[in-house]
């Protein structure tokens, strides 16, 4: 049995020895490898084709590649692995039911009953029913059929900018302009904007985000865009593949007030934002809004494929009509992996933890904004960041060339991330230590200064 201590040790990072970049990266096993999986393996994401490292081990906040280099771990794998590569509590919970049962269907088992019983009591409100999944589109999915059953309307709204997974139904409530996404949206999936405090659609005369215009809005585009059957808006808390977006403070509450007046239902898509990645369990919590269905995922399971759907009391049945059940969904390794993660949340204090590194981050982030002339904005909330770059700070037109050229050179230095576009991304394990926190932005901060150099500015 792991302690407590031993965990903590676990997480450290000798900085003297990490990053250590032992040949430039990516190097000559690296590129071998990637060339022999890649002859077979296709469709890779925009992060590895803008740095094809190929990666061994990871341990706590530090990640290892083929050849020996040692990185910082800034992207938690997908925004997954929250406490940290291999936590020992998780790997050992995994393992315990690798060797004792692996599936039985949604059949009951203990594991599975003291995640649900850990689950009520962390969640807030009365989200106490749950049903599982193993990948956050079905988990979407699954709760925009309880919205429906729930209500018995059909029409669902979403924002811009908002990501929900890679199934139709997610993709319908997302940019589907790409073919890769089929291009024709499913019938009754409705887009609205939604309000980013650094670009606002409606603003007030001081210049500060006007959150009831875009209330005005939605309530125009249901009376003339929708049949009236609208069963609920899915939104993510806040934005990540569209960029570490945080909503004003006032959008939740008011959100919730227009939806309970017209009997439409609530869905937070908390598959990024969870699980202590913001300081919460749930990111709505800062806000004190309680969903009426919430999709969880990435860090539930630190790693192990394990999504869910928590519904409130009311709207539990909902599942009966939706025939919930899956292949995967609930098995005992990922229920263990899910309760462990929530357990290591409560005993090591990781909800502060991540708090705490989200306002250092902000602090020295700051100091990049006010340093350099290409920062536009940043954000942070725990340990989901972002930095905008930009041409040119009164325009705010975005400079995509110096995203990918920041992520590259960060990334050579030894610095595992995730690119996107002008917005850079950063998802730390939110067991990580201030100093390593701190050399991690260091690195971002030099690669930014290196990219204006670059590029004349
Ligand atoms: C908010 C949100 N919802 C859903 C998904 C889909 O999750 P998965 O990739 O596990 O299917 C993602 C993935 O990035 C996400 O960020």
């Avoid at 949206?185 to 005369?205: C, D, E, I, L, Q």
């Avoid at 590194?357 to 340093?371: H, N, S, T």
Wanted: hydrophobic share 40%.
């Amino acid at each position: 049995m792991t302690t407590a201590t031993q965990e903590k040790n676990w997480a450290h990072v000798d900085l003297t020895k990490v990053p250590n970049m032992r040949v430039p990266a990516p190097g000559p096993k690296s590129k071998a490898l990637h060339a022999r999986c890649t002859k077979y393996f296709k469709g890779l994401s925009g992060q590895v084709k803008l740095f094809p490292v190929s990666f061994e081990s990871g341990s706590g906040c530090v990640l290892r590649d083929v050849d020996g280099n040692e990185y910082i771990d800034f992207s938690s794998g997908i925004y997954v692995t929250t406490l940290g590569h291999c936590h020992p509590k998780v790997s050992e919970a995994i393992a315990k039911y690798a060797n004792q049962l692996m599936n039985a269907h949604d059949f009951t088992t203990e594991i599975k009953t003291r995640l649900c019983e850990k689950l009520a009591d962390v969640l807030p409100g009365d989200l106490n029913g749950f049903q599982f999944y193993d990948a956050g589109t079905a988990a979407v999915e699954a709760g925009m059929r309880v919205l429906r059953a729930a209500t018995g309307k059909n029409e669902l709204i979403s924002c811009f900018y908002d990501f929900h997974g890679k199934t139709y139904g997610a993709v319908s409530l997302a940019e589907i302009r790409s073919p890769v996404y089929g291009r024709v949206r499913a019938p009754g999936m409705h887009m609205v904007p939604r309000p980013n405090p650094y670009r606002p659609m409606w603003s007030k005369t001081d210049g500060t985000i006007d959150t009831d215009k875009y209330l005005e809005f939605y309530d125009e585009y249901i009376n003339r865009a929708t049949v009236n059957d609208v069963a609920g808006f899915v939104l993510e808390p806040i934005q990540g593949w569209g960029g570490s977006v945080i909503p004003p403070d006032d959008f939740f509450p008011k959100l919730r007030k227009f939806c309970d007046e017209r009997k439409i239902l609530l869905m937070a898509d908390e598959v990024l934002t969870s699980w202590a990645r913001t300081g919460k369990f749930l990111c709505m919590e800062h806000w004190g809004v309680l969903p009426d269905v919430v999709s969880i995922g990435k860090g539930f399971g630190n790693g192990f494929p394990v999504t869910c759907v928590a519904v409130r009391d009311q709207f539990k049945e909902s599942f009966e009509k939706i025939s919930a059940s899956s292949s995967y969904g609930g098995n005992p390794m990922a229920c263990a992996a899910a309760l462990a993660s929530t357990e290591v949340i409560e005993e090591e204090n990781l909800l502060e933890r991540s708090t705490h590194l989200g306002e250092l981050a902000m602090k020295r982030m700051e100091k990049m904004k006010a340093e350099h002339k290409i920062v536009g904005d940043v954000r942070a909330k725990g340990c989901l960041m972002g930095i905008e770059l930009v041409k040119d700070k009164k325009t705010k037109e975005p400079l995509n060339k110096a995203g990918e050229m920041v992520y590259q050179k960060a990334f050579a230095k030894g610095l595992a991330w995730i690119p996107a576009g002008h917005i850079l991304r950063m998802s730390p394990p939110v067991i990580m230590e201030d100093d390593v926190l701190m050399k991690g932005l260091d690195m971002i901060d030099e690669a930014i200064g290196e990219t204006e150099k670059e590029l004349g500015y």
